[in-house]
């Protein structure tokens, strides 16, 4: 009886939103899909607008808001194109950063790797990255992997 292999792709899941340690994650998480036969995932949520006193200024805020994701996501995707030869998975969701990525996390079983940049400040790593390596680290379905928001890019190359 020969035993069928099920090739599952790993997934590397990062997180983008507009701070200056985004970058560290992607090169990072593209790198060590390119060298594992990987693929890299982007994560961008939009949080919700608090001002919505109006209908049409909330509707604007709204616009605005998925625009700039999806110019943010297009600018990180030609970043892990431009590594990885290969576009990555997308996903642009509303609501709270945590709780969207609790949320794809369990409903994308391919995602293999959860890859975050801490910050480099006094104040912390970063919310998110405090969150998930504090309270919540037991209730992730997958790995973290923090890289240190301070890495040069010939610090990555050299450890992926």
């Known amino acids: 009886m020969v035993e069928s292999k099920e090739v599952r792709e790993r997934v590397f899941l990062v997180v983008v939103d507009n701070s200056a340690e985004v970058a560290v994650a992607l090169r990072f998480a593209a790198r060590r899909a390119k060298h594992s036969g990987g693929r890299?995932?982007?994560?961008?949520?939009?949080?919700?607008?608090e001002f919505q006193?109006?209908?049409?200024?909330?509707?604007?805020?709204?616009?605005?808001?998925?625009?700039?994701?999806?110019?943010?996501?297009?600018?990180?995707?030609?970043l892990v194109q431009d590594i990885t030869d290969e576009m990555p998975i997308v996903y642009i969701r509303e609501g709270n950063r945590q709780n969207q990525l609790m949320k794809l996390l369990k409903e994308e079983p391919g995602i293999s790797l959860l890859v975050l940049a801490a910050a480099d400040s006094t104040d912390g790593p970063g919310p998110l990255v405090s969150s998930l390596t504090g309270d919540m680290v037991g209730g992730l379905p997958v790995p973290i992997t923090v890289v240190p928001g301070t890495l040069s890019d010939e610090d990555i190359d050299r450890i992926t």
């Open 53 to 78: 006193h109006w209908m049409f200024v909330g509707t604007l805020m709204a616009e605005e808001a998925r625009e700039e994701a999806e110019n943010a996501v297009g600018e990180f995707s030609k």
């Open 40 to 49: 890299v995932a982007l994560l961008y949520s939009i949080e919700p607008a």
